[in-house]
Nanobody
């Protein structure tokens, strides 16, 4: 059974940094795309970042480009989201997600939540102004 466990959320002042981690278990990590989504109160869940199964390609929503970095450590079965220059509008519950089709190339579908089958429980990020 695939499990995703996020950690690293918390309260930070605007301009600060946080590093989220997502530990995966239950299958061979290296074969699968990993992504981060977020959901703010009263809003729909939105794509934040994704990294291909090979780690060779990364994808970001425009609002986080240049501030957030997604990476993966296949030896530790973990994906990270380094978040710098945080803004109050980054406040949300952040979810880790992964697909179930190994070695896939999704093109524009990296940005769609329907691409991802397994989801973590989420970690709260709160940025104060």
């Amino acid at each position: 059974q695939v499990q995703l466990v996020e950690s690293g959320g918390g309260l930070v002042q605007a301009g600060g940094s946080l590093r989220l981690s997502c530990a995966a278990s239950g299958r061979t990590f290296i074969r699968y795309t990993m992504a981060w989504f977020r959901q703010a109160p009263g809003k729909e869940r939105e794509f934040v970042a994704a990294i291909s199964w090979s780690g060779g390609s990364t994808y970001y929503t425009d609002s986080v480009k240049g501030r957030f970095t997604i990476s993966r450590d296949n030896a530790k079965n973990t994906v990270f989201l380094q978040m710098n220059s945080l803004k109050p509008e980054d406040t949300a519950v952040y979810y880790c997600a992964t697909d179930r089709v190994g070695h896939a190339d999704y093109g524009d579908s990296y940005y769609s939540d329907t691409t991802y089958y397994y989801w973590g429980q989420g970690t709260q990020v709160t940025v104060s102004s």
